[in-house]
């Protein structure tokens, strides 16, 4: 198993350690644009290995010649937000580095599985899966499991129970009008609004859908990406071991939900074919109402990529 990550700023490298830390690849490939901080860094994690106990090799670079035939490649490069910026302020810029990286990407590794993390998250899956021509199983974008996991922890904190027994769904895009389903919420199996008020579930809600923005604002430099990253590999681990964990994941859609053309968040089974179902569940009238105003707010943004 060879794994590349394409960014070494925060998300790519501290993604890069969790893999190899992980030894979820025998190879990890760190690529950047700037000269000498994939070497710097992937040298620094490989030297990690000794103490932490794992064989994973990882190599950074400028150059994709070292990527060649790799099995899925993490994309993270690209610029992130400062405060007061929304992830679509990224739009243009992040649309022409992921387009780039996806190009000379799909030239060295034809046959990989691209997992996407840049924002304007649903807009740079499109991208990348119009430019790498792939089929739609192999490009996946990283958004849902971070935002569940988000709201799961605000579940976990306001009712002071473990975090492993929450397990939550959300549909839609990666941005403010990110649809968290309550109903399909549970804390070991009971649904969430028989422990809480409805009042308390919209607050926990909206403050997910401003998880991004909450870190940013702490940061001032930079977003989130300790979660992030650890949502990225969770993805990859599924695929890697193939163990079809059911999980929110950015695709683009064919019909799904009534929706075509676009991408956004839905169920998917993640395992070594990348996106191997999408599950479609029931939603009812208000809920189908989000997930439409959520498709429709990316697709604008869609319409505004020229590829
Ligand atoms: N090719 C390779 N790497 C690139 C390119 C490119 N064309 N353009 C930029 N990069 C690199 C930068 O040099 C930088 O090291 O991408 C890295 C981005 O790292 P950070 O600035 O630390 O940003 P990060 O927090 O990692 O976020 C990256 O993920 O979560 C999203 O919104 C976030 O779009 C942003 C992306």
Known sequence: MKITVIGAGNVGATAAQRIA??????????????????????????????????????????????????????????IPRKPGMSRDDLLSTNANIIKSVTEQVVAKSPKS???????????????????SGFERNRVIGMAGVLDTARYR?????????????????????????????????????????????KEKIDAIVKRAQNGGAEIVNFLKTGSAFYAPSAAAVQMVESIVKDKKRVLPCAVYL?????????????????GKNGVEQILEIQLNDEEKALLKKSADDVKTNIDKVKL
Do not use: C, W
């Open 21 to 78: 830390e992980k030894e979820l690849a025998n190879e990890v490939v760190l690529v950047d644009i700037v000269e000498g901080v994939p070497q710097g860094k992937g040298l620094d994690m490989y030297e990690s290995g000794p103490i932490e106990g794992f064989d994973s090799k990882v190599i950074g670079t400028n150059s994709y010649d070292e990527t060649a035939n790799s099995d899925i490649v993490v994309i993270t490069a690209g």
């Open 153 to 197: 922890t605000f579940i976990a904190m306001e009712l002071g129970v473990s975090v492993e027994d929450i397990t939550a769904l959300l549909l839609g895009g990666h941005g403010d009008s990110m649809v968290p389903l309550p109903r399909y919420t549970s804390v070991a199996g009971i649904p969430l609004p028989e422990l809480m008020t």
């Open 254 to 270: 064919q019909g799904e939900y009534g929706l075509s053309g676009t991408v956004v968040g839905v169920p998917v089974k993640l």
């Open 113 to 131: 599985i691209l997992i996407v993390v840049s924002n304007p998250l649903d807009v740079m899956v499109y991208v990348a899966q119009k430019v």
